[in-house]
């Protein structure tokens, strides 16, 4: 339980770390490209960061929500289970084109 | 190719760089070594852009064993229209 609560934590916030890289990259070359492919890019992940930083906040910083999570009395384990995996794949695939963007 | 081609420029860190020495290219096939000293970049920055490009059948180079000579693909001289809205944009 508490370790996949860690991985929801620590793998929303990665994924913030990440998207603010992305956004970086993409919204310099928005500024020199102008071209709809990069505002494309910058869109996406812009919406994804909002989702990862609400999801950060929500779970690891709120006052309230974040002991919520954290409590197995008021959290079944398979949800948590799925919801923590897909973090983690998030993360591995926003990871992925971090790698491929970085060159 | 066209989806190759427009990542490997907008959606890279190295992006900018890249249309900057394919404009270069372009207009006149050179080595690295005068890449270096016409764009004012590193030359181990050059090779590796050269490098993504090629991998990416951007650029291919003459062949020759010293010196050799680097130039758009035919591939890239297909899409051309798209190269050059990409390669306008930089100074």
Redesign the interface.
Known sequence: MDVLVTLLRLSAGLSVVLLVGLIY??G??YL????K??AG?LVFAGLLLLQTGLTTYFYAFHPVVSGWIANPELVHPLPLLVMSSAQVLELAGIALVVW???? | MEAVLWYVFIGTRGGENRARLLRALANRPRNPNQLADDLDLDYTTIRHHLDVLVENDVLRNSGDEYGAIYLPTDRARANWETVERIIEQVE
């Open positions: 990259i993409w310099r070359n020199v490209f102008r071209s492919y990069a890019l491929i963007s970085w060159d």
